[in-house]
């Protein structure tokens, strides 16, 4: 009981660290579309907003705002009435142009996000504790809690943090079901399953993750007549698991988010949107599925799965290590999660190495590989996730976050923080070697004190940490930008600093989608790179008596090197370059006064 209370504890403190570090801040670009989207799922049934993306976050998030009484004109407007997937301007008029209180409904919609966090430290938690006992988990739960990343991205109204509990806890109860096959685990998995597909459509990467392990586990088994037959029997196993899950979760979600989207307009969307779709035949089975009834709301989900495939191929304009590019780099993800984690995990994770590697050689590992993987079958899996999460991932072009990262870190924290103590524990007991243990033990704890430091000395700007291998915060943007560091969140504390120093008027190049105009009212104007030719062009035209502030994302857009003949974007801040700015608000708004 004192380890579950401690537990508690632990996971009490992150969430109040999460939440009160979100109360300065703006809505960022994504929150927009996902609480608009959310909002109308709710009011209307109807799914023609955001399709993207499953539904299960942004119902979450809008429950809260039923209960506000919120104006409702924005159904009103052509980005509801008309437009394909309006779900940009959708959002923006709800939450901040038809009277509402912005604030406010940013407020109550992060709220419920929260639960993805704290479900997913508490498996995270109890998974570790069963492999590996009670140390192993209190330092995974430390991990989990305190990583800047998790942090960052669980108060976000977005499906990141959510696809990470989604991936934890279907893999969870798939593994306890392949071990002892009842009909409670199998539905506990089908279930768990069917909850992870609803969070982000990145986790359907888990059904074909789920065959592979159940004919490993098949392939494994003794006492069997052949091996080949056990596999398959297990397979089927893990085929009814998918058909039961999607059959019970997924497709009556689905349904209800349909149930009032005219099946005309539903059809007519979907051609519109998967017009340039190369997938020909899935194409033509999701359009024939669009107005049927009952098979719409499959139609639907396989939508937002070409449309998800569709971006990753696609790529996405951004900047990394002075180049810009919408084809993304191979080193893109190594790199990004090299300088967005701490130092003291990295020191942990070499910790963790050398007592693999001293293991290997002591060869104690040495035993048939069909035993090995039966009596580590839940390291197994971790690790043929994280092969196959990480395989995909750099193939793809679409290089916008470390956030795309986070269905990994749950099992790489488990893996290790198990490895971390069957090291120190390895190290025998007896005088000779008491001290060697001792300074393990305070090498570790050292480590995990620097990984709580470094969360407790960014709060409350966690989307903008980066260690010290770039120069921590204020270093970052000169590598990554996008939802690394600038993500429109800090456009709320741009407005208190314009009204702090009594600003009459500043231009804006914002990367965001929070209304300028809720916060800075007439104080703002528009800005965009191509604007001003230079500085002497800025001097002699601009209306804000010299002020000026770029969002990052746009300033390292602009000035980086151009690698994409496509893109004739860049260079047109370069004259920037020769000014250090006033302020950097929150780290990623550059503020200056050039006169």
């Known amino acids: 009981m004192k380890i579950k209370a401690l537990a508690f504890a632990i996971i009490a403190v992150a969430t109040v660290l999460a939440y009160s570090s979100t109360w300065n801040d703006s809505l960022i670009v994504d929150e927009d579309p996902h609480i608009g989207a959310g909002y109308s799922y709710l009011v209307k049934q109807d799914m023609r907003l955001n399709p993207e993306h499953p539904p299960l976050v942004k119902d979450l998030a809008a429950i809260p705002l039923l209960f506000l009484h919120l104006n409702q004109d924005a159904f009103q407007t052509k980005a509801w009435t008309t437009d394909v997937n309006g779900q940009w301007d959708f959002g923006r008029s709800l939450i901040f142009q038809t009277g509402n209180d912005a604030d406010r409904i940013a407020h109550w919609a992060k709220v419920p996000m929260l639960l993805f966090f704290i479900l997913s430290a508490w498996i995270v938690f109890r998974w570790t504790h069963k492999r590996y006992g009670d140390h192993a988990a209190i330092i995974a739960l430390l991990l989990f809690s305190f990583s800047p990343t998790i942090i960052a991205h669980a108060r976000f109204v977005t499906t990141d943090v959510p696809a990470l509990f989604g ?54 088994e003794a006492g069997v007549r052949t091996r080949w037959y056990s596999a398959l029997h297990y397979c089927w196993r893990s085929i009814l698991v998918c058909i039961v899950g999607f059959v019970v979760i997924v497709w009556p979600i689905y349904y209800f988010h349909t149930y009032h989207y005219p099946p005309e307009r539903q059809h007519n969307d979907t051609v519109h949107i998967l017009a340039s779709n190369g997938a020909k035949l899935p194409v033509a089975v999701i359009e024939w599925m669009s107005d049927k009834p009952i098979l719409r709301a499959v139609g639907q989900y396989g939508l937002g799965l070409l449309m998800v495939n569709q971006r990753a191929v696609g790529g996405n304009t951004t900047y990394f290590m002075g180049e810009v590019s919408a084809k993304g780099w191979k080193s893109y993800f190594p790199i990004v999660y090299f300088i967005k984690e701490p130092l003291a995990w990295w020191g942990l994770v070499a910790i963790a190495l050398i007592a693999i590697a001293t293991k290997l050689k002591a060869g104690s590992l040495r035993l048939k590989a069909t035993h090995l993987i039966r009596s580590h079958f839940d390291e197994f899996a971790m690790l043929l996730w994280l092969l196959i999460y990480w395989g995909v991932t750099l193939r793809g072009n679409l290089n916008i976050g470390i956030r795309h990262l986070l269905p990994i870190y749950g099992f790489s924290i488990i893996l290790i923080s198990g490895q971390l103590m069957r090291g120190i524990q390895a190290i025998p007991a007896v005088k000779l070697y008491s001290l060697y243990r001792s300074m393990a033990v305070g090498l570790v704890c050292a480590l995990l004190g620097w990984y709580i430091f470094a969360n407790l000395r960014v709060y409350p700007h966690y989307l903008a940490y980066f260690n010290e291998s770039v120069g921590g915060p ?122």
């Open 474 to 595: 204020a270093g970052g943007y000169r590598y990554v930008v996008d939802s690394n560091l600038d993500w429109g969140q800090d456009l709320k504390r741009l407005s208190d600093f314009v009204k702090q120093y009594e600003i009459g008027r500043i231009e804006l190049d914002y990367f965001g989608w929070s209304d300028p105009y809720f916060y800075l009212k007439d104080r703002f104007q528009w800005l965009t790179s191509s604007r001003y030719a230079n500085a002497d062009d800025f001097k002699k035209h601009n209306t804000s008596n010299g002020w000026i502030a770029v969002s990052a994302t746009f300033l390292q857009n602009s000035t980086g090197k151009n690698s994409d003949p496509h893109n004739n974007g860049t260079g047109r801040y370069n004259w920037l370059l020769d000014y250090q700015p006033i302020t950097v608000i929150g780290h990623s708004i550059f503020v200056y006064q050039i006169k």
């Open 167 to 220: 991936i934890l806890l279907a893999t969870y109860f798939f593994v306890q079901y392949l071990k002892e096959c009842t009909r409670r685990n199998f539905w506990f998995s089908a279930l768990a399953l069917g909850v992870a597909l609803l969070t982000k459509f990145s986790t359907f990467l888990l059904i074909p993750f789920f065959l592979i392990l159940a004919l490993v586990w098949g392939w494994t």
